[in-house]
């Protein structure tokens, strides 16, 4: 059959078009006289068209009225949208502790890109790292955090330890508000301080241990 | 148009709330039921509808006018609607997977097979059917009446993969609403 | 003519011997060095344990003076672990780093209790892990210590200023910054006097504290999580706030009248017991105050 190459053109020719208003198309003008008769061909436009009218004619779904005051809601939590902090590259401060540049690392953090970021104007349009990427650079740095903190004196060692605490009970804290009222901006919010917070301290116990390596 | 995109996109930006509620009313419904044949719930585009006026009053700020608000506000959502459907458990895909061979082997009837007048409800109940992306393109441009032109912007294709999609979910659904 | 990278030593030693009522002998050892630098020099200082305390002023001589100090029973044994404390300081172009090293094992009864002056313009970066920094009128950078306390005297930075601590308290006073951020998990942060277009705050057990006056076009963003956050305001900028504790309470000594919001039923105040969501006066500054289970104020100074 060689009705199969006039198939792109079957569509178009559902949509409305025509040779009549497409002069230098000669593939147009063969499939139309090919149209003529081929009832293959005339049966899938005929049901295109079908398909075409029926889907044009489907009535909207109407959203339940409570969802613009849900949404209205939701924005009278946010804040305008900016930031103040410097955003703690995370991904980038974890690839400098691996290479092992302790100190290097402390002072990408959390002045980071400092130099560019005091000019230019706060990025509305930033997302901030979502819960997810936290938890990942959590465990990331945790386990550098554990296998390098032995070298640490213990005083150290203990302030990190309990402040690390401190943090997991902030979050646990804010998990569990958030549990109680999912939709709860502030939860939320408070709930992305502290794994940011905690981000930072592992990143500053991984350098400590590492800057002590090597010496 | 655009003059009155960006005029509306400004007001939204400098925390007009009644141009936010504006923009609501306005594009609200059809991206409702875009949602809702996209995902095939009607409790997950509610979400979806919530994530992306949330989203959409946060990167207003970044709205330059290329697009249309409309074509802009369709791609957020379609993005959510994918992101959604991805999360999905792989039953609508293995049903749906199986459909994809069915319509190439499929040989097509000389008469046509698909009723004149399609019940609505057999409709949704086979675009539901579709796998997702020519599922998006059908319902952007046979129900939503969009172009290819736009259809590409908001799916980020080509044109021409635009109508080839197109073409294959008329053809399942041919092969879905047959009698 | 381009300054070598060499370490240096000591200059000048002087070791004493103190005997305290405890069997303890404490041995110190005094390190003393000049230098100097340009228009818009680095000094960068890396210690371990001890204080610190800095002063801008108006020449360009850096002088840095440290108290090496050791306590052991044995004096001997302390006078040894004393000769283990190395003091480097590496000088480049227009930049000074002082590094404070001990050799392993850390724990290590010594400390470097360290004094510099330095030109006030020149961008200071200190980094310690035990002890406390003072820096009066200098153009901060980084100020970093896991235990100790930060303390900010006036100074003026072009930069953005980090003082950040883990286990300490920071007070900043008469400082005119552009972006400073303040940090510790626990501890409290005051804040007098302050001038910056940018001020971010964060503690986790621990009070949050600003007097002064709020800059035209200010954003100020103060987040604890067990504390709570007290501003006291004088000046006349307006503001627009958005605070918000999930168990405590919020109080406004200004009125703030909530935006127009869709579907809101009568307007009137912004504040809530839970929440201040609205502005006061022409709202050119913006506040984000959080606080999970503190209290928020908001008052006139």
Known sequence: MSCERYDDLIDDYVDGTRAADRPGDARLAAFESHLAGCARCQALVADFTSIREAASALDEHVPPTRLWAQIAGALEEKPRAFSVWIPLAVAASLALVLAGSAWLALRQSPTGDAAQQVTATPDETSVPPAEAQYEQAIAGLQQLADERNAVLDPATRAVLQRNLAAIDRAIDESRAALADEPSSAVAQDSLLDALDTKVALLQDTVALAAEDVNQ | ?179 | ?301
């Open chain 3, 1 to 301: 003519m381009i300054r070598a990278l060499r370490p240096l030593v000591a200059a000048l030693a002087f070791i004493t011997i103190a005997l305290p009522a405890a069997a303890q002998n404490e041995v110190t050892e005094r390190f003393s060095k000049t230098s100097h630098l340009d228009q818009d020099g680095t000094f960068d200082l890396t210690n371990v344990y001890g204080t610190i305390v800095l002063t801008g002023g108006t020449g360009r001589d850096v002088t840095i003076e440290a108290v090496k100090r050791v306590q052991r029973p044995n004096a001997n044994a302390a006078r040894a672990l004393l000769r283990m404390i190395d003091i480097q300081v590496v000088e480049g172009t227009n930049r000074i780093e002082v590094r404070t090293v001990v050799p392993r094992p850390r724990n290590f009864p010594g400390s470097v209790d360290y004094t510099v002056t330095l030109p006030a313009d020149a961008r200071v970066t200190v980094r310690t892990v035990s002890g406390n920094i003072r820096a009066t009128n200098i153009n901060g950078e980084l100020l970093k210590s896991v235990s100790g306390d930060i303390e900010i005297i006036d100074g003026s930075a072009d930069d953005v200023v980090t003082a950040s601590t883990v286990s300490g308290n920071i007070a900043v006073r008469g400082l005119k910054g552009r972006t400073t951020q303040l940090t510790t998990v626990t501890g409290n942060v005051r804040v007098d006097d302050l001038q910056a277009d940018r001020l971010a705050i964060r503690a986790v057990n621990g009070n949050i504290e600003y007097a002064g006056d709020l800059s035209r076009s200010g954003r100020y963003e103060f987040v604890t999580h067990s504390g709570d956050i007290r501003l006291m305001l004088s000046g006349t900028t307006g503001f627009e706030v958005q605070g918000n504790s999930l168990s405590g309470t919020v109080r406004s000594d200004f009125p703030i009248t909530r935006r127009s919001a869709p579907g809101a039923e009568g307007g009137g105040g912004g504040v809530t017991p839970r929440g201040l969501r609205g502005s006061f006066g022409d709202a050119s500054a913006m506040l984000v105050l959080r606080a999970f289970s503190g209290n928020i104020s908001v008052s006139r100074r």
């Open chain 2, 1 to 179: 148009m655009r003059t009155a995109d960006l005029e509306l996109a400004a007001r939204c930006r400098a925390g007009d709330a009644d141009a936010f509620e504006e923009l609501y009313r306005l594009h609200a419904r059809r991206l409702y039921s875009l949602a809702v044949r996209m995902i095939g719930s009607a409790d997950e585009a509610e979400d979806v509808l919530q994530e992306v006026f949330l989203q959409a009053h946060r990167k207003l700020a970044g709205f330059r006018g290329e697009s249309t608000l409309g074509t802009w506000l369709y791609r957020l959502t379609m993005n959510h609607c994918l992101d959604h459907l991805r999360g999905r458990q792989a039953k609508i895909s293995r049903a749906t997977a199986s459909l994809d061979e069915d319509g190439a082997a499929e040989p097509v009837a000389p008469a046509p097979v698909v009723p004149s007048a399609i019940s609505r409800m057999d409709l949704e109940r086979a675009i539901e059917l579709l796998p997702a992306g020519s599922k998006a393109a059908f319902l952007l441009h046979d129900v939503e009446g969009f172009e290819h032109r736009e259809i590409a912007e908001i799916l980020g294709i080509s044109e021409g993969t635009s109508k080839s999609q197109v073409h294959k979910a008329r053809m399942k659904l041919r092969v879905l609403l047959s009698r």
